[in-house]
């Protein structure tokens, strides 16, 4: 439950679904990635940290958890709606929430929902560090309220 104020849109592929004819479990993790690196580009006005690509500091996926309550199919464009719940020293938890429209295959339904912890990471030295002030700033402005622990 709650507001989400970020929404990213996910086309579900054919190659997305199994000999059942629903979205394999594996890809709603995808689909929240997805989301997540679009909640952070958005939020941040980065662009998306690689530690292969020459970025020195990013964020790691450290845990996620998925709750599935509905299938989703081929040809239906899912909603992955974002927001982050809480900001601590070096890490920061993520909500996501999937959803699905009425389509010609099901009703509008709550597909699944996922909470993640997000760890700020240096690259070089291969450990976490504190979550960057602009980070925290950014997000907390864009979420409309202190987020920190």
Same mark, same amino acid.
């Not at 998925?66 to 909500?95: D, H, K, P």
């Given at each position: ?18 000999? $059942?004819?629903?979205?394999?479990? *594996? /890809? ?16 941040? #006005? ?7 690509? #020459? ?16 299938? *989703?199919?081929? #040809? ?12 601590? /020293?070096?890490?920061?938890? $993520? ?43 950014? $997000?907390?402005?864009?979420? #409309? ?5």
């Amino acid at each position: 439950p709650g507001d989400f104020a970020h929404r990213h849109l996910v086309d579900v592929r054919l190659s997305d679904t199994d000999r $059942m004819g629903h979205v394999n479990n *594996a /890809r709603y993790l995808t689909y929240v990635e997805i989301a997540r690196i679009a909640y952070w580009e958005h939020v941040t #006005g980065l662009l998306l940290p690689i530690g292969a690509h #020459g970025a020195e500091e990013g964020m790691i996926l450290a845990e996620i958890r998925m709750t599935y309550r509905s299938a *989703a199919f081929y #040809g239906e464009t899912l909603t992955v709606e974002t927001r982050v719940e809480r900001i601590g /020293r070096t890490s920061f938890g $993520m909500v996501h929430r999937i959803t699905a429209p009425d389509s010609r295959v099901a009703k509008a339904r709550l597909v699944a929902v996922a909470d993640s912890t997000l760890v700020s990471y240096d690259y070089s030295e291969e450990c976490p560090i504190p979550v960057p002030d602009e980070w925290r700033a950014a $997000m907390e402005a864009f979420e #409309g309220r202190r987020l920190t622990s």
